[in-house]
Nanobody
Framework: QVQLVESGGGLVQAGDSARLSCAAS????????MGWFRQGPGKEREFVAA????????GYADSVKGRFTISRDNTKNTVYLQMNSLKPEDTAVYYC???????????????????WGQGTQVTVSS
C-alpha cells in the first residue's frame, strides 16, 4: 500500500505560478511511475502530467503543455508539479497518483493508477 499526500494548493491569481508537491510513503518510490490528474467544477477528471519511474520520460495534457512541469526527487520520495501562467480554467482539485512501473511508458489512463492522494484544491482567480 502506498500513501500519497499532496500539498501546495490554494488561491492564486491568473498569470501566477504555484507548485504542488506529493510525498509518497514507500521507500521503493523510485520504482513508481507518478502522475497528476485534476477535476474542475462540473468537469470530468482529466490527465494533467506524468513522469516515469526514474524520470526518463514525461507526458503532459495539451492544455498544460509548455506551462506545467512535472519532476521528481527520488531521494525525498516526492513528485512536483510546477504550474506557471495559471489560468482560471486550471481551477480544480489536483490528485497525485502512482503505479508500479519499470518502463518509461507514460500512462494517461486514470484507471491504470491504483494509488491516489486525497487531492489539493487549486483556485485561479481572474
Amino acid at each position: 500500500q502506498v500513501q500519497l499526500v499532496e500539498s501546495g494548493g490554494g488561491l492564486v491569481q491568473a498569470g501566477d505560478s504555484a507548485r504542488l508537491s506529493c510525498a509518497a510513503s514507500r521507500r521503493t518510490f523510485s520504482t513508481y511511475a507518478m502522475g497528476w490528474f485534476r477535476q474542475g467544477p462540473g468537469k470530468e477528471r482529466e490527465f494533467v502530467a506524468a513522469i516515469s519511474w526514474i524520470g526518463g520520460s514525461t507526458g503532459y495534457a495539451d492544455s498544460v503543455k509548455g506551462r506545467f512541469t512535472i519532476s521528481r526527487d527520488n531521494t525525498k520520495n516526492t513528485v512536483y508539479l510546477q504550474m506557471n501562467s495559471l489560468k482560471p480554467e486550471d481551477t480544480a482539485v489536483y490528485y497525485c497518483v502512482c503505479k508500479i512501473q519499470y518502463t518509461h511508458t507514460i500512462v494517461y489512463d486514470a484507471a491504470e493508477y491504483p494509488y491516489w492522494g486525497q487531492g489539493t484544491q487549486v483556485t485561479v482567480s481572474s
